[in-house]
C-alpha cells in the first residue's frame, strides 16, 4: 500500500497566453493548486493485479478531432468565433513558445491546449480546458514543472483524473481528482475534489475507470539493459475516494 503524502516543494507558476484576443474578452479561473489539494480528501493506492486492470476498458475523454491549421498556428471555433493559437515550437526563442491541441471532449463541450514555454532555459507547460460553447477557460495548474496528463473523465462524467509523473530528482508521483459540476455555473464546473501525492518513483502509463469512484492504474519504473535500451517493470495500483 502506498500512502499519501506532503510534497517537499511545488514548481513556481509560470504564466503564459496562448492567444491574446480571447484573454481580453474571456473569463477563466484557474484550478488543480496544490494547496487546495491539501485541504480536500486523500486516497491511497493499493496493490492491483495485471488482470484486474486488463479486464477494464480503455477509454479517452478527449478526442483528437479535425481542425483548421496552417504552418504556423492552428484554429479553433469557440463561442462562434475562430481562435487563433500559435503551434509550438521546440526551437522558439519567445517566453511562450506555442500550444499544442490535445483534443476535444463532446460529453464536456472542452477543448484541451496545453501551452509550453521557457524561463531560464528551463520548459513549462500546462493545460488549458475551454468551453467550446461559451468560451470559459480552465487553467489546470501544474503539479511539477510540465503538464499533468491529459484528464480523463469517470464512466458517468461525475470526475475527471490527471496525473504528473515524477520529474529530474523528485520520487512524487501526483494524482489529482476534480468534480465536474454543473454547466449552468462555469465559475464552479470543475472544482479540486481529492489527490494522492506519494513519493514511490513510479509512473503511471494509463489510468482506467472501474466506475465513478475506483479506478486502476498501470505504473512502472525504468531501467536500462546492457545496451541502453529502456526497459519498463509494471506495477499495477487501485485507488477509491468517496
Given amino acids: 500500500m502506498n500512502s499519501c503524502n506532503n510534497k517537499s516543494s511545488t514548481k513556481t507558476e509560470t504564466e503564459t497566453i496562448t492567444n491574446q484576443a480571447s484573454q481580453k474578452t474571456n473569463d477563466s479561473i484557474e484550478i488543480g493548486f496544490y494547496d487546495n489539494f491539501e485541504k480536500l480528501q486523500k486516497f491511497e493506492l493499493k496493490t492491483a493485479t495485471k488482470d484486474g486492470f486488463d479486464q477494464l476498458k480503455s477509454n479517452t475523454t478527449f478526442l483528437q478531432t479535425k481542425i483548421e491549421t496552417d504552418k504556423k498556428n492552428f484554429y479553433l471555433e469557440i463561442a462562434n468565433k475562430k481562435v487563433k493559437f500559435k503551434k509550438y515550437d521546440e526551437d522558439s526563442t519567445e517566453d511562450h513558445n506555442g500550444s499544442e491541441y490535445l483534443g476535444y471532449s463532446p460529453n464536456l463541450d472542452l477543448f484541451a491546449v496545453q501551452n509550453n514555454s521557457v524561463a531560464d ?35 458517468n462524467n461525475q470526475f475527471l483524473v490527471y496525473f504528473q509523473n515524477p520529474e529530474y530528482e523528485s520520487p512524487t508521483l501526483s494524482i489529482a481528482i476534480l468534480t465536474i459540476n454543473n454547466q449552468n455555473n462555469p465559475k464552479s464546473f470543475l472544482k479540486e475534489y481529492a489527490s494522492c501525492f506519494v513519493d514511490n518513483d513510479f509512473s503511471i502509463e494509463e489510468i482506467r475507470w472501474k466506475d465513478d469512484h475506483n479506478f486502476v492504474i498501470k505504473a512502472y519504473k525504468s531501467e536500462n539493459d546492457d545496451a541502453g535500451k529502456e526497459i519498463k517493470n509494471y506495477s499495477y495500483f487501485s485507488a477509491k475516494f468517496n
Avoid at 121 to 134: E, M, Q, R, S, V
Avoid at 141 to 149: H, K, M, R
Fill in 121 to 155: 532555459n528551463l520548459g513549462f507547460a500546462d493545460i488549458d480546458l475551454i468551453n467550446k460553447t461559451n468560451a470559459f477557460k480552465y487553467k489546470i495548474v501544474s503539479l511539477g514543472d510540465w503538464s499533468g496528463s491529459i484528464p480523463l473523465a469517470s464512466p
